[in-house]
């Protein structure tokens, strides 16, 4: 079975760009969640898909990010425009709906370097 | 305050060692606890759960300590194998499902 992919594993670009991640998770999971770790910080939560549904988007750090999830499927979250500050790993993680222990799946992540 | 805090190291142990890596969440009303470890450029992987009473799986042994809002993890045996950043996760309070995460422990187990 194959798991969370995430789609670029790195990006480089200027501030001021945009730039969208794609995430796919596990077939199946209806929750999807994406993180972010900046360099020298904790991994921080951004937002929480129940389905094509945003269940939690208080991590979301302002209204440069959008994330979305159409069908109920793949995520993409865009970020336009990007500034310095957004350079990261964005990771993508998946579970399945309804297991109290809600154990996370997570992707390899997409590198990002905003110059 | 940190909601989830942990020695960041670095640990660095000869294989065989016994190592543990402590850490202290805020949240009293938390109610899942993980381990996980990532390797230098990865993703973070599961390493295990953290049950109440203690769990034991092979060479690690998780405790937590709710009065203290307190987790532990102990490696026995150490191998190099086992060289990794290990973060500490707590999951959020009531129907949030967010993951709250640790800074991490770097070990590097020497040969």
């Known amino acids: 079975e194959a798991g969370v992919t995430q789609f670029p594993s790195h990006s480089v670009i200027e501030k001021g760009q945009t730039v969208t991640l794609r995430c796919d998770p596990i077939?199946?999971?209806?929750?999807l969640y994406w993180y972010r770790r900046v360099m020298g910080k904790e991994i921080k939560f951004l937002l929480h898909?129940?389905?094509?549904?945003?269940?939690?988007e208080s991590g979301m750090p302002n209204n440069r990010f959008l994330a979305e999830r159409t069908g109920g499927t793949y995520s993409t979250l865009k970020v336009q425009p990007a500034e310095l500050e957004d350079s990261g790993v964005y990771f993508c993680?998946?579970?399945?709906?309804?297991?109290?222990?809600?154990?996370?799946?997570f992707g390899a992540g997409t590198r990002l370097s905003v110059l | 305050r940190k909601e989830v805090e942990q020695d960041p190291g670095p640990f660095n142990v000869p294989e065989g060692a016994t190592v543990a890596f402590n850490c202290t969440y805020s949240?009293?009303?938390?109610?899942?606890f993980f381990w996980y470890r990532q390797d230098c450029r990865k993703e973070p992987k599961l390493l295990m759960s953290v049950y109440s009473s203690g769990n034991e799986d092979g060479r690690f042994t998780a405790q937590l300590n709710r009065a203290s809002q307190y987790i532990s993890l102990l490696i026995r045996d150490s191998k190099l194998s086992d060289s990794a950043t290990y973060l500490c996760?707590?999951?959020?309070?009531?129907?949030?499902?967010?993951?709250?995460w640790g800074l991490g422990t770097s070990l590097a187990v020497n040969p």
């Open positions: 898909f129940v389905k094509e549904s945003k269940q939690d």
């Open positions: 949240n009293s009303a938390s109610q899942s």
């Open positions: 077939s199946g999971h209806d929750n």
């Open positions: 996760v707590v999951h959020g309070a009531g129907n949030n499902r967010k993951l709250i």
């Open positions: 993680a998946s579970s399945h709906l309804g297991l109290a222990k809600n154990i996370q799946y």
